[in-house]
């Protein structure tokens, strides 16, 4: 069965001793409102601090609908992906070519609007075809076992203080929180074989 953010929060809760929330959007609920606030802070942490294979996509930015030239620096800007939110870019192909080496220049930015009453997050190159891999927040239904388990603990672990206010409990979450991720992080890296080509060594992380 599918995990749900409800039901890892919930397992978070239960390690403190609290009791379940109904739903994260109660605002009645003072722990609802506080877990589902650390729920989407921490998972976009923790989600961008690997390569997570499950949270991996692909996706070629000339088709997202915004294709136009930048004010001075670059020919070509491409709006960055939403859905799923683009956290970590991991790989950038420029036109066609996955061997993209520091002669192919590209930055990430915020662009607004000539009024500036909106902006959009983009990637600026000289290439007219931008493919890449990024890392995005996707849905708990897609977690990987042990990312899940890890997460729940890294919940209780920061949901700990406020709620106990017992430092004994809280150490005993982190030292525990900290063994799963890292069994997660080394079972995740099992799941997949390096190209031998070329890649960008360029890792830029998007907040």
């Not at 993209?100 to 000289?126: H, K, M, Y």
């Not at 390096?194 to 907040?207: E, W």
């Amino acid at each position: 069965m599918p995990d749900t953010a409800l039901a890892i929060c919930n397992r978070a809760l239960q390690l403190v001793g609290a009791p379940a929330v109904s739903s994260l959007s109660d605002t009645t609920d003072p722990n609802a409102v506080y877990m589902n606030t650390l729920y989407n802070t921490t998972l976009d942490d923790v989600l961008a601090s690997h390569e997570w294979n499950f949270a991996n996509i692909r996706v070629s930015l000339a088709g997202l609908g915004m294709a136009c030239t930048p004010a001075w620096g670059f020919s070509c800007m491409f709006g960055l992906p939403c859905t799923p939110y683009l956290l970590r870019v991991l790989e950038v192909s420029l036109d066609g070519d996955e061997n993209v080496d520091q002669a192919d220049p590209w930055r990430i930015e915020t662009w607004f609007n000539a009024a500036g009453t909106s902006c959009s997050r983009v990637i600026l190159t000289n290439s007219c075809d931008v493919s890449m891999l990024y890392v995005g927040r996707v849905d708990a239904s897609v977690f990987d076992v042990m990312f899940a388990e890890a997460l729940t603990y890294e919940l209780a672990s920061k949901a700990a203080y406020p709620i106990t206010r017992n430092a004994t409990l809280i150490d005993g979450l982190v030292r525990i929180a900290q063994t799963k991720w890292q069994k997660a992080r080394v079972r995740d890296s099992q799941e997949g074989r390096k190209k031998n080509s070329v890649l960008s060594t360029v890792l830029t992380r998007v907040r």
